[in-house]
């Protein structure tokens, strides 16, 4: 890419890697020719913006711990991404940045080293650390395990994101530093909460959904004593328990307003389910809009049983959200054109500028749809 006119497929000269293609030198070659790296510091902030508007978030996570001036530089113009997930363990923290057609990961391991980093001050700190890297993976070693939330202060600021999810791997987290870090979580902005992995205890479960806001996604891949009861365990507006053989009939016919529910293991017959849904089909208020249920398992197929006293339509075909997500995408690309379009005219009139804002008001309330609607979490290439 020519640096010397950002934005334009004519530069005024060639640069580096022009003058590479040009001559048919290798890379590895020509690069040992050239004495100077690219003057990054030394940009002024406008096209500074414009250079790291074009690389992905652990590029940005790289340049924020090369310089202190950057990650101040990076934390002022926030790299915008679709989604931020946060992976706590007492060896590891690691943040995914959802983008738009790929999922880029930061890793801050525990370090077998002599003097691991315990006190975050700022990323530059990392500088001489231990990496390792492979495409969209990139690794670092050296901190310990007090320091984890002050590498999220830090990391979070780089970044401007609509979604943010916080995944608790609780094989190697005792219940005490689950709940330290849940208090933590939950002073910043929170989507949808993971606990994966080994066993949560009936007090520790009833903890954290006694504290969990009830507008969050509820993931438990963790196994739940079959004699776990809360109230609060099917309000959630988006809620998949791996292990749901505790769960009963009143639990369902008490679900209202939820978006998706996914109950992958439970104890449920067909005949439960067909009551179940005599119960939905006369329910007057909103229950759900999408529910999926394991079985008993070792049950036969029981189609009699599920449907008796049911009228049934079978639907080939795709949901009708589906559609609805693509006609909001396809909305979204045309508007994308037209915003470049105008962009590209060399006379920026007042009604121009009107209707650049007016495209990017109505981009912003479609993106905030899709977030609405989309409760599969899709990685869109538009």
């Not at 219940?175 to 929170?190: F, G, N, P, V």
């Not at 328990?241 to 978006?259: F, G, P």
Request: glycine share 4%; aromatic share 12%; net charge negative.
């Amino acid at each position: 890419m020519c640096f010397s006119k950002v934005g334009s497929t004519t530069p005024s000269y060639p640069c580096t890697l022009c003058e590479i293609k040009s001559s048919g030198i290798s890379v590895s070659e020509k690069t040992r020719y050239v004495k100077k790296p690219f003057p990054l510091l030394k940009l002024p902030n406008v096209p500074l913006e414009l250079v790291t508007k074009m690389m992905n978030s652990n590029e940005i996570i790289k340049l924020s711990i090369s310089s202190y001036r950057l990650e101040l530089f990076l934390s002022t113009y926030r790299y915008k991404i679709r989604g931020f997930h946060v992976h706590l363990n007492d060896r590891f923290i690691q943040f995914d940045m959802n983008e738009s057609t790929v999922i880029n990961s930061t890793h801050f391991r525990n370090g077998k080293v002599l003097m691991p980093i315990k006190e975050v001050v700022r990323m530059e700190q990392f500088c001489k650390s231990e990496t390792w890297e492979d495409e969209s993976y990139f690794k670092i070693q050296s901190f310990s395990p007090e320091a984890s939330f002050k590498i999220y202060d830090r990391i979070r600021l780089l970044f401007t994101y609509p979604l943010i999810g916080w995944i608790f791997h609780c094989d190697q987290l005792g219940d005490e530093t689950i709940k330290r870090y849940l208090e933590s979580a939950l002073c910043e902005q929170c989507n949808r909460f993971s606990f994966k992995e080994s066993r949560l205890s009936k007090e520790l479960l009833t903890e954290i959904m006694d504290k969990l806001p009830l507008t969050i996604r509820l993931n438990i891949d963790s196994d739940i004593p079959l004699d776990f009861k809360h109230v609060n365990a099917f309000k959630y507006p988006i809620i998949e328990y791996n292990e749901a053989r505790w769960a009963t009939l009143d639990d369902l016919k008490s679900v209202r307003n939820a978006c998706y529910i996914e109950l992958k293991s439970t104890d449920f017959d067909y005949f439960d389910l067909n009551q179940f849904l005599k119960h939905w089909v006369d329910c007057e208020e909103n229950m759900t809009e999408c529910l999926t249920i394991g079985l008993r398992e070792g049950l036969d197929y029981d189609g009699a049983t599920l449907t008796d006293g049911l009228i049934t339509l079978k639907l080939r075909g795709a949901f009708d959200y589906y559609f609805a997500l693509l006609e909001m995408l396809e909305r979204k690309k045309e508007l994308g054109e037209e915003l470049m379009k105008i962009d590209r005219e060399e006379n920026h009139l007042e009604h121009s500028e009107r209707r650049k804002t007016d495209i990017r008001n109505e981009l912003k309330l479609l993106d905030e749809e899709i977030i609405k609607k989309d409760i599969i979490g899709y990685v869109y290439n538009v």
